[in-house]
Nanobody
Framework: VQLQASGGGLMQAGESLRLSCVAS????????MGWYRQAPGKQRELVAR????GSTNYADSVKGRFTISRNGAVYLQMNSLKPEATAVYYC?????????WGKGTLVTVSS
């Protein structure tokens, strides 16, 4: 499985942005996909995750503002962006026994 993330950019606080992640390869083996982020000096953390069945879970810090969805690709709609959302965002896919990471896309939110 290969993952291609895109959509990052420089934003102002309060704006919206949508990230996209396209998977290729044996995508039928994917059980779940998610978005993670890593801010400077911090550990990588879960932002949102969606399973094959459509179940979702979110980090508490983004609930109500971010939405993960899938329609072929997996998307992360980020609304009401805050400066603390500044990070490199990574797409992750999970198969039965393997995880795959895409290259990150940088999101910078200025106040």
């Amino acid at each position: 499985v290969q993952l291609q993330a895109s959509g990052g950019g420089l934003m102002q606080a309060g704006e919206s942005l949508r990230l996209s992640c396209v998977a290729s390869g044996i995508i039928s083996s994917i059980n779940a996909m998610g978005w993670y982020r890593q801010a400077p000096g911090k550990q990588r953390e879960l932002v949102a995750r969606i399973t094959r069945s459509g179940s979702t879970n979110y980090a508490d810090s983004v609930k109500g503002r971010f939405t993960i969805s899938r329609n072929g690709a997996v998307y992360l709609q980020m609304n009401s962006l805050k400066p603390e959302a500044t990070a490199v965002y990574y797409c992750k896919s999970e198969t039965y026994d393997t995880v795959y990471w895409g290259k990150g896309t940088l999101v910078t939110v200025s106040s």
